[in-house]
């Protein structure tokens, strides 16, 4: 029951985490629309370029932030998905897994389709896509794996999967 709760923790921390980064990208973005909206429309010099580049930036901040939302709606689809099948016993979408390696180097990580890299509640997220989400799908508790992490390779193996 601990795990659950620890999940269902991770999953509210997720969700405030997606709705808060939609929320600053969109201001970031229009912040960045308005100076660039502001500059007259014709060039003063050949090297007077900065409508043109405020342009480009905020169409790049745009993107980040459709990327924002785009991330809030996987999120919520994958937490449907984790609560909708039963639990088999292997590494999927919303498991908290457990490895150690060789080296007594033991790690916690929270599988999830969003916001790879962050660390909520103590665990790090990795996503499926990445090389480490990968060995670790569908693994079952005492599955060895080899990780090669910038040419190091280290045997690992799966302890806990929650």
Known sequence: ???????????????SKCSSNITESRQIYK????????????????YS??????Q??????KNKYNKATENLEISKEAILYFKAFKDN?????????????????IEK???????????????KIV???SPLGKKLLNRE?????????SGVKRECEVIKIE
């Open 49 to 54: 370029t900065f409508k043109e580049e405020g």
């Open 127 to 129: 996503t499926p896509a």
């Open 141 to 149: 508790e005492g599955d060895e794996f080899t990780l090669n992490i």
């Open 109 to 123: 990580y929270f599988l999830f389709p969003t916001l790879g890299g962050e660390k909520i509640n103590g665990l």
């Open 31 to 46: 912040d960045a629309q308005n100076r660039a909206n502001e500059e007259e429309g014709a060039m003063h010099s050949r």
């Open 56 to 61: 480009y930036l905020a169409e790049g901040l």
């Open 89 to 105: 016993g292997r590494g999927r979408v919303g498991s908290i897994i457990e490895i150690g390696d060789k080296n007594g180097i």
């Open 1 to 15: 029951m601990e795990a659950n709760k620890l999940r269902n923790q991770i999953f509210e921390a997720i969700l």
